[in-house]
């Protein structure tokens, strides 16, 4: 059901519709940030149904997407969020208001209302860079969305940094040194790199429909590191998504103090192939310790 009008904008939260469609892609969208994918259909349908990008967990249960609408049942903001029948911890697991605090504040409350019966609410947890969001909130961009949260009750904490890189129009000459795999979840190639026959470094990267790509994961075993392993397989992993096309590449690394020499290292392996900071990736929680309401 609607709620009430909002009475700083004149709107109301409602669920989403079928027919919200092109204006929630077009509120992700205004937050892209570089070489992050753009929102599609099916990611959103995908969100619907409770298929939502979390960090290793299945998300199935109870799932619900908010929009603020306005006198022309025009979406001005699109929240949505995820809870469980036996985990007591909600999850926010996006909002979009292009910035606007008022809206940013009643997507907020929205969520925060339909997931009252948990004692944990988290919010911005840690996934992969995707359509729906890059992986976590950047803190520096998305200033006004911060503030709202912690106006709302929760406490942030910075959990990875966002890069960037622009692929060269040729590309690069890459030595082959891993086997290349198709891969699922998600969606792209799985390069692993063997010796003999045991895999010591592997890398997950997707490239998507709208020329951005994504690594998801590159990681050498600690008893092959300092070979150039990593090197090798992040030239090989950049040209094949050249390759298909891909002309931009976002990644999220860890960046949680203190700094560990893995992190170091992986920090220089990314800035020699052109890597950049775009922003540092926030994550947030909320916790009450009144009894939580009954659920059905």
């Known amino acids: 059901m609607a709620s009430s009008p909002n009475p700083d904008s004149g709107a109301t ?16 969208d205004a937050d892209r940030l570089p070489g992050q994918q753009r929102c599609t259909p099916e990611q959103l349908a995908a969100a619907r149904h409770g298929r939502l990008a979390l960090a290793g967990w299945a998300t199935s249960a109870r799932p619900g997407i908010g929009v603020l609408a306005d006198a022309d049942e025009r979406p001005r903001g699109v929240v949505a969020y995820v809870s469980w029948v036996d985990v007591r911890t909600g999850v926010i697991c996006w909002a979009y208001g292009r910035e606007e605090p008022p809206v940013l504040r009643t997507l907020l409350g929205h969520a925060c209302a339909e997931l009252a019966h948990c004692p944990k609410i988290d919010a911005f947890v840690g996934a992969p860079p995707g359509p729906l969001g890059p992986g976590g909130l950047p803190r520096a961009r998305r200033a006004a969305t ?3 949260l912690v106006e709302a009750g929760f406490t942030g904490r910075c959990q990875g940094a966002y890069l960037y890189c622009a692929l060269p129009g040729e ?9 290349v795999f198709p891969c699922e979840v998600p969606p792209g190639h799985r390069l692993i790199i063997r010796d003999g026959i045991e895999p010591v470094a592997e890398a997950v990267v997707g490239a998507g429909p709208g020329r951005a790509a994504t690594v998801y994961w590159i990681e050498t ?23 298909q096309g891909a002309c931009e590449v976002a990644l999220v690394i ?36 009144r009894a939580p309401l009954p659920t059905a």
């Open 13 to 28: 939260m409602r669920p989403y519709r079928p027919e919200d469609e092109p204006g929630v892609q077009e509120l992700i």
């Open 146 to 148: 911060h503030d709202a």
């Open 221 to 243: 075993r600690p008893t092959h590191r300092g070979r150039g392993l990593g090197r090798r397989l992040l030239g090989q992993a950049l040209a094949l998504l050249a390759e």
């Open 171 to 179: 590309p690069w000459p890459a030595k082959l040194v891993a086997d």
């Open 254 to 289: 860890d960046d949680v103090p203190p700094r560990t020499p893995e992190n170091e290292a992986a920090a220089r392996l990314f800035g020699s192939f052109g890597f950049t900071l775009v922003d540092r990736l926030w994550t947030y929680r909320r916790e009450h310790h």
